[in-house]
């Protein structure tokens, strides 16, 4: 699986952005999906992620109620939506695949592929 992350900018604190993540592949909706990230000088982070169905999700407590994850099977494509972004969130945001479709809370961190990162910056 091949994924390519992209939607990354520069936005105001409270605005909003829509990463996506397009994967290659013809078994994609039997692939777990998340986001992580990392800011500079920090460990990565879990974001989101949702199961291959698309019908469970999870997310970390920094982002709940803010972020939104999803995905179109048909597309091969995932999505992250972001609202009432804070400076605090700024950081290279990676999407990850794995085929353990449902370990959306077990598996936040173990996945088998990664995409290459795309760049959110908040300011305030």
Same mark, same amino acid.
């Given at each position: 699986?091949?994924?390519?992350a992209?939607? /990354?900018? %520069?936005?105001? *604190?409270? @605005?909003?952005? #829509?990463?996506?993540? !397009? +994967?290659?592949?013809?078994?994609? &909706?039997?692939?777990?999906? /998340?986001? %992580?990230r990392? *800011?500079? @000088?920090?460990? #990565?982070?879990?974001? !989101? +992620?949702?199961?291959?169905?698309? &019908? ?17 099977? !048909? ?37 088998d ?12």
């Amino acid at each position: 699986v091949q994924l390519q992350a992209s939607g /990354g900018g %520069l936005v105001l *604190a409270g @605005g909003s952005l #829509r990463l996506s993540c !397009a +994967a290659s592949g013809r078994t994609f &909706s039997s692939y777990r999906m /998340g986001w %992580l990230r990392q *800011a500079p @000088g920090k460990e #990565r982070e879990f974001v !989101a +992620a949702i199961s291959g169905s698309g &019908s469970t999700t999870y997310y970390a407590d920094s982002v709940k109620g803010r972020f939104s994850i999803s995905r179109d099977n !048909a597309k091969n494509t995932a999505y992250l939506q972001m609202n009432s972004l804070k400076p605090e969130d700024t950081a290279v945001y990676y999407c990850a695949a794995d085929s353990d479709s449902w370990a959306v809370m077990t598996k936040r961190y173990d996945y088998d592929y990664w995409g290459q990162g795309t760049l959110v910056t908040v300011s305030s």
